[in-house]
């Protein structure tokens, strides 16, 4: 996980600000470049996002989830280490 998530996370553990937010907010929470997200964004297998005409944005909810599905123990876990 990010530092910059874990500064902003609760004691409960959730974004304390759950407010939709941009390409670039969600690749610092991330730690990615905007370039990956876009790029995912195309080919799929990253985030969900919302589209608001011509606006991106993440939800921080759905952020958390596909990091959280992307958590391993080891560099040997069988499951898809890839974005």
Known sequence: MSIFIEQNMSQSGTLI???ACDTRA???????????????????????FVKLGRAV???????????SARLM???SDQRSASL
């Open 26 to 48: 969600a690749a610092a929470l991330l730690g990615l470049a905007e370039q990956t997200l876009r790029k995912l964004r195309t080919t799929g297998g990253g985030p969900p």
């Open 73 to 75: 123990t080891s560099t």
């Open 17 to 19: 600000n759950n407010q």
């Open 57 to 67: 944005r993440y939800r921080p909810s759905d952020l958390e989830a596909w990091l």
